[in-house]
Nanobody, 123 residues
Framework: QVQLVESGGGLVQTGGSLRLSCVAS???????MGWFRQAPGKLREFVAG????????FYADSVKGRFTISRDSAKPTVHLQMTALKPEDTAVYYC?????????????????WGQGTQVTVSS
């Protein structure tokens, strides 16, 4: 059974930091991991992705320079370090897996989803 379990969401003030983590289990083979987010009334959007080996990363323009994604393949875990948070970063953040660093960027190509964790940035 495939499971993606997220942790680390919460409430933070503008300019603050949070670190999200996601542990994957039950998935065989190589796969990219990443994060998406969905704000109320908006579509789910790509945030960041990392390749199987952890050497390749890709970010949405809106988070470049503020968020850092990293991966520990020994225990299939992905982290998202979020700094300089803004109120517009408020959303439910979802962990995801896909076949490659290319496909992880497209919500329609995601193979598995986590349950989501709420991030709220107060102004």
């Amino acid at each position: 059974q495939v499971q993606l379990v997220e942790s680390g969401g919460g409430l933070v003030q503008t300019g603050g930091s949070l670190r999200l983590s996601c542990v994957a289990s039950g998935i065989s083979g190589d796969y990219a991991m990443g994060w998406f987010r969905q704000a109320p009334g908006k579509l789910r959007e790509f945030v960041a992705g990392v390749s199987w080996g952890g050497f390749g990363t890709f970010y949405a323009d809106s988070v470049k320079g503020r968020f850092t994604i990293s991966r520990d393949s020994a225990k299939p875990t992905v982290h998202l370090q979020m700094t300089a948070l803004k109120p517009e970063d408020t959303a439910v953040y979802y962990c995801a897996t896909a076949s490659s660093l290319v496909t992880i960027r497209d919500v329609d190509d995601v193979d598995y989803w986590g349950q989501g964790t709420q991030v709220t940035v107060s102004s």
